[in-house]
T-cell receptor, first 108, second 112 residues
């Protein structure tokens, strides 16, 4: 059965800290893995990963995929209060699967 | 211009009623989806349409019926609403079946 597990479920850090969010998956006919950030409303796209070992970066955020071990990580360096959100990973295979998300709270 | 728009944004109704949520995308995408997000924030796919054809139909009660009149629209009709239907319903679209999803702002349904 296909599944997506994100850890930790929630995280509280201080501004300036670095965080690592994990996503492990078992998905039939895996194609790609996407990361989304959800604040109050709709999820917004962060990254799409299709190849192992190639880091994608956008400002203080970066992500990498390991297709052999079936996981991805999302790193956020020098966290800010605006990073507070739920971060969702979504591996795609026969369909889109969303993890339960990691709720990140950044305290000033 | 909003890329994926849903109406209404909020819906409060009594058990047993029938309601519809409309979704339109102006991105020219081929694939559209309906997701349900419950109180625990878990996003679960309900339906997916590609070029107006149903391609994913997860295990949802048959009280939920999607309808895609054209590629740019995917509406969701719900019959005989139940308390457990209370959730935020997100419409989304993507250029291809495995491409980046663009979400609407969600429609919060509350069944009393």
């Amino acid at each position: 059965e296909d599944k997506v597990v994100q850890s930790p479920l929630s995280l509280v850090v201080h501004e300036g800290d670095t965080v690592t969010l994990n996503c492990s998956y078992e998905v039939t006919n895996f194609r790609s893995l996407l990361w989304y950030k959800q604040e109050k409303k709709a999820p917004t796209f962060l990254f799409m990963l299709t190849s192992s070992g190639i880091e994608k970066k956008s400002g203080r955020l970066s992500s990498i995929l390991d297709k052999k071990e079936l996981f991805s990580i999302l790193n956020i360096t020098a966290t800010q209060t605006g990073d507070s959100a739920v971060y969702l990973c979504a591996p795609t295979g026969n369909q889109f699967y969303f993890g339960t998300g990691t709720s990140l709270t950044v305290i000033p | 211009d909003t890329a994926v728009s849903q109406t209404p944004k909020y819906l409060v109704t009594q058990m047993g009623n029938d309601k519809s949520i409309k979704c339109e995308q102006n991105l020219g995408h081929d694939t559209m989806y309906w997701y349900k997000q419950d109180s625990k924030k878990f996003l679960k796919i309900m339906f997916s349409y590609n070029n107006k054809e149903l391609i994913i139909n997860e295990t949802v009660p048959n009280r939920f019926s999607p309808k895609s009149p054209d590629k740019a629209h995917l509406n969701l009709h719900i019959n005989s609403l139940e308390l457990g239907d209370s959730a935020v319903y997100f419409c989304a679209s993507s250029q291809t079946i495995h491409g980046e999803l663009f979400f609407g702002e969600g429609s919060r349904l509350t069944v009393l």
